[in-house]
């Protein structure tokens, strides 16, 4: 056992945790970070960073097939999923040791193992590291422990036929057949990704329609995409049980208990909080019913000293909300003035083909809300560059108040799909996020031709003058 004494411990080193130490360091905060598996987490491990690798391997597919529209003769195109697994992992071992060095320089002490807080709320114990068992103190504590996939009971998750995303990031062979139980965002990256490099997939949704959450509109171009591609969504169905045999694996779902075999069952129903490795049963932290650490608006639990951020909190469990929570903490514990995140125009961003990314309130969630509106959407198949890359697929849709005199007023939000919207979003949530007006807004100079005039244009037609539509 040994005893050192930080300014703060972090334990989670996932985008929240290292965030936080990053962040603290570079405030002059002697840090210490508790990492039970490996540094980056989720995000940079098996979740964002090698997902969005096969979404990418997906695309250069999609490339090669459609190359002779563009007068480019390619011979007849195969996978060779190995190399796709090697250059995902290939580049995760760059960002983790780069991540890794990045902490090192800014002085902050790695730990390996599993931390677990003290009754005291200063303490922290680390265990299943390889020196053993230690005890280290802290003038304050982020608890940033992540998330596991949460699972279906009677689904035993295996290596191939039943899978999370912690197995289908790494599978040895792409299935022929898949189903993907759950229509949110990680669900349909993987019905998309697998889609465009040959398997046959269906998705079946428990919620009345995929992407809850998301603006109609918006799904709407995604279900029409998905199913040119021949891609399979059932929405409003419960699966009940599966059943493996030599021909795959059989879903009984629905309320007349239609059945379909497929060779790969991905459960992707959400992520649950890891609070449970944290040993909080006595340390006066409040877990919700639900596995949730509860904090107020800055992070702080209530225990004295204590924040928490990330996956454990109940907020939207994306790598860059993480980001800015563990930045949140560490402004608070220093002492500074704190701007709380509003969580109602966070950015989302889906990687599918084609992409979805939005900001703020859809135009359901807007009149439910009972506010006067108005609402400008442009689509991308009149757009020059769009028409050049060949991904005509898609919309941006603004939501701004309306005015007394009925005209627009600021934006309440900003929705897209189509092609790179997720590069595209950034002026669309800084003009959210800064209560911007449509007027003020249509004053920037679009760059011609691009993508992201779209959004120009579609904020021009608000202030009742436009060009193109």
């Not at 039970?36 to 096969?54: D, R």
């Not at 799904?219 to 891609?231: A, P």
């Not at 107020?296 to 469990?317: C, F, H, K, L, Y």
């Amino acid at each position: 056992m040994s005893s050192q004494h930080f300014d703060v411990i972090v334990i989670g080193g996932g985008p929240a945790g290292y965030a936080s130490a990053l962040y603290g360091a570079s405030a002059g905060l002697n840090i210490a970070l508790i990492e039970k598996t490996a540094i980056g987490g989720t995000c940079l491990n098996v979740g964002c960073i090698p997902a969005k690798e096969l979404l990418e391997s997906a695309a250069v597919a999609r490339t090669v097939r459609h190359a002779a529209d563009y007068g480019v003769e390619v011979g007849p195109m195969g996978l060779k999923w190995e190399t796709t697994m090697q250059r995902k992992q290939g580049i995760i071992n760059q960002l983790v040791g780069g991540l890794t060095g990045l902490l090192k320089n800014r002085k902050v002490t790695l730990f390996d193992g599993t931390g677990r807080l003290g009754a005291d709320h200063r303490t922290v114990t680390i265990e299943g590291g390889e020196p053993g068992p230690q005890t280290i103190s802290a003038d304050s504590v982020i608890l940033a422990a992540g998330s596991v996939p949460r699972r279906l009971d009677g689904f035993p998750v295996d290596d191939h036929r039943i899978v999370t995303s912690d197995e289908l990031l790494s599978i040895a062979t792409l299935p022929a057949s898949a189903a993907v139980i759950g229509g949110g965002a990680i669900g349909l990256e993987f019905a998309s990704m697998m889609s465009d490099l040959g398997t046959t997939v269906t998705v079946l949704e428990y919620e009345p329609k995929i992407l809850p959450g998301a603006d109609a509109d918006v799904t709407r171009v995604l279900e029409r995409s998905f199913k040119k591609r021949g891609i399979t969504i059932r929405t409003g169905v419960v699966v009940k049980r599966q059943e493996q045999g030599d021909g795959g694996v059989t879903l009984t779902f629905g309320p007349d208990d239609e059945q379909i075999v497929v060779e790969t069952v991905v459960v992707s129903i959400g992520r649950k909080p890891a609070s449970d490795t944290l040993g909080l049963e006595h340390t006066g932290v409040t877990v919700d019913g639900r596995g949730f650490i509860t904090v107020d608006e800055n992070g702080r639990t209530s225990a004295p000293g204590v924040w928490a951020v990330g996956d454990v909190i109940a907020t939207a469990q994306l790598a860059h909300i993480g980001f800015a929570e563990g930045m949140l903490a560490i402004t608070d514990i220093l002492g500074e003035d704190t701007n709380p995140i509003d969580y109602g125009k966070v950015p989302w961003c889906i990687y599918t083909h084609p992409e979805v990314a939005f900001a703020g309130l859809s135009e359901a969630a807007a009149r439910e809300a009972g506010l006067d509106i108005v609402v400008s959407k442009h689509r991308f198949a009149g757009n020059g560059r769009a028409m050049i890359v060949g991904e005509t697929d898609g919309l941006v849709k603004i939501i701004a108040e309306k005015r007394a005199d009925g005209t627009a007023g600021k934006l309440l939000g900003v929705h897209l799909a189509g092609p790179w919207v997720t590069e595209q979003l950034g002026q669309g949530y800084l003009a959210l996020n800064w209560e911007a007006t449509v007027d003020e807004i249509a004053q920037f100079i679009q760059p011609h031709p691009t993508m992201s005039e779209l959004f120009g244009e579609s904020v021009l037609a608000l202030t009742g003058r436009s060009l193109h539509g």
